[in-house]
C-alpha cells in the first residue's frame, strides 16, 4: 500500500527516459518510478520506447503512468519535480512550460553511477539555463554513487532486499524461482554451485567455462544463461544455439540452463540465489551488491581507457583488507584488462568459491555479504535522497 506522502514532499514527477541500447536507462527508470510511487508520489515516465517493460515490469505499478515520449510536448502541465534520466533532453515545449510556471519544478538531471573522483565533486551542482526554452530555470546534477557526498544507490524497502535481512534468513533457490516463472530445472541432487551470467561479449568467458566445464570435487555448477550477448556467446563455445527456456545442457562438470527474459523483481531475488553473479552495466552491479552474493562485474563497453578508470576507481571503493585474494585480478581478467586462462579461473573458485561439499571457508560468500552490508548501513538510499534533495529545492523556489 503506498505510502501517504507529508504535506511538503513534492508529490507529482515527471521522469524522462530514452532507451540508448540495452535495459540500463529504462531498467534504472523503472526501479525509481516504482519506489518513489511505494512512497506515495505520482510519477509520469516519459519513455521513447517502452516494449522492454513487456517482460522487465509486466505487473505495472499503481502510482506510475507510463507516457509515450512525444515531441512537441506542449500539451501537459509540467509536475512539481522533473528528472531527466543521464542527461536525456526532455522535449523543447514541455521545458518551456516548466520555465513559464508560477513556482517552476525542480530540474534534476540523474546521471549514471560510477565511483570516480569527478561524482562527489559534481554531485548536487547547479547549471543555470542561460539560452534555450529554459532560460531562467536551474538544472541540478545529481550523481548516485558509493560514498556519502554522493547520491547513494537505489534501495528499495519495499523490496525486503537480501542486503536488509537478517543474516542466514531463508531464501528461495534458483529452482523454486524459475518453476514460477515456467522453468522446470533437471533435478540438482549433485548441483554444487549455481552461477549466472549476464554479460556483453568478452574475450574471457570461454577460459572461466573451461574452468567450470573441467571442474574439481564432486560436483557440478550450474550456469544460468542470460538471453541476448550471454547465450549467443556461451552458443558460440558449446556450438549449438541457446534459445531461452530451452531445455538444460550438459558439457563436462557444467550445466547450462537458457534463462527467459524475467521480469526485475525476478531476476534481483535470483541474484539472491545464486552463488556467484556475473552481472553488466551499472543497474545489475547495484542488485548483485544488495544481492549479498559473491560477483564480478562487468562494464559497459566504451573506449578502454574510460571503463578501465571506472573499474579501478569501483575497486578501490569496493575491496576492503578483508577482500578474497586474487579478486582484483579476477574483476580486471573479467574486462579484458589481463589475460586469464582456465587454470587462473579453478585456482580463484577452488580458493575463495570451493563447491559447497568441500568448503572448509566461505571466504568470498562471507565477505560478500558483510561488504554489502557495510555498505547499505547509515546510508540514505537514491529514492530517499532524491526526495530530500526536491524537497529542499522546492521549498527555495516555492
Ligand atoms: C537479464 C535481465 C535483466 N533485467 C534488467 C535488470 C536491469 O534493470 C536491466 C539491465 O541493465 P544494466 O544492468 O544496467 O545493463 P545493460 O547493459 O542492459 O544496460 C546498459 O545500458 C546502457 C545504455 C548504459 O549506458 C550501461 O551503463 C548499462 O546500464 O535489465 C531484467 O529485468 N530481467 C532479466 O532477465
Request: charged letters at 20%.
Amino acid at each position: 500500500m503506498p505510502a501517504t506522502p507529508t504535506p511538503s514532499t513534492p508529490s507529482r514527477w515527471d521522469l524522462f527516459c530514452r532507451v540508448i541500447d540495452n535495459h540500463g536507462d529504462l531498467g534504472v527508470c523503472w526501479r525509481l518510478a516504482a519506489d518513489l510511487a511505494h512512497r506515495g508520489v505520482q510519477v509520469r515516465l516519459w519513455i521513447d520506447d517502452a516494449r522492454a517493460l513487456t517482460w522487465m515490469a509486466p505487473q505495472g505499478q499503481a502510482g506510475v503512468q507510463v507516457m509515450p515520449w512525444r515531441d512537441p510536448l506542449a500539451d501537459e502541465l509540467p509536475g512539481d519535480v522533473v528528472v531527466e534520466a543521464f542527461g536525456c533532453d526532455p522535449p523543447a515545449a514541455f521545458v518551456a512550460r516548466m520555465a513559464a510556471a508560477v513556482v517552476p519544478p525542480v530540474w534534476i538531471n540523474l546521471e549514471y553511477l560510477s565511483a570516480e573522483g569527478f561524482v562527489e565533486r559534481s554531485h548536487g551542482l547547479r547549471s543555470p539555463q542561460w539560452s534555450g526554452p529554459g532560460t531562467g530555470l536551474d538544472k541540478w546534477f545529481f550523481y548516485p554513487g558509493f560514498t556519502p557526498r554522493t547520491g547513494g544507490l537505489i534501495r528499495e524497502r519495499h523490496l525486503g532486499l537480501p542486503v536488509d535481512e537478517a543474516p542466514g534468513s531463508p531464501r528461495p533457490s534458483a529452482a523454486e524461482l524459475l518453476q514460477a516463472h515456467g522453468l522446470l530445472l533437471p533435478p540438482d541432487r549433485d548441483i554444487e554451485r549455481t552461477v549466472l551470467l549476464f554479460g556483453y561479449r568478452q574475450p574471457a568467458l570461454p577460459g572461466l567455462l573451461e574452468a567450470l566445464a573441467g571442474g574439481h570435487g564432486p560436483g557440478r555448477t550450474r550456469l544460468l544463461v542470460t538471453p541476448g550477448w550471454s547465450a549467443e556467446a556461451v552458443g558460440d563455445w558449446l556450438g549449438a544455439p541457446m534459445r531461452p527456456g530451452a531445455p538444460a545442457v550438459a558439457r563436462g562438470r557444467l550445466q547450462l540452463i537458457p534463462l527467459p527474459a524475467l521480469p526485475q523483481t525476478a531476476f534481483d531475488r535470483l541474484l539472491a540465489a545464486c552463488d556467484l553473479n556475473l552481472v553488466r552495466g551499472e543497474d545489475s552491479l547495484v542488485r548483485a551488491l544488495w544481492a549479498a552474493r559473491p560477483m564480478l562485474w562487468q562494464l559497459y563497453p566504451q573506449e578502454d581507457t574510460i571503463r578501465l578508470t571506472k573499474l579501478q576507481a569501483f575497486l578501490d571503493v569496493h575491496l576492503d583488507d578483508a577482500a578474497p585474494p586474487g579478486l582484483r585480478a579476477a574483476f580486471e581478467a573479467w574486462n579484458g584488462a589481463r589475460t586469464w586462462t582456465a587454470g587462473d579461473w579453478s585456482t580463484l573458485l577452488e580458493a575463495a568459491l570451493p563447491p559447497v561439499s568441500t568448503r572448509r571457508t566461505a571466504g568470498w560468500t562471507d565477505w560478500s555479504a558483510a561488504r554489502a552490508r557495510q555498505l547499505a548501513q547509515g546510508r540514505p538510499d537514491l529514492t530517499s535522497a532524491l526526495l530530500d534533495f526536491a524537497r529542499q529545492h522546492r521549498s527555495r523556489t516555492g
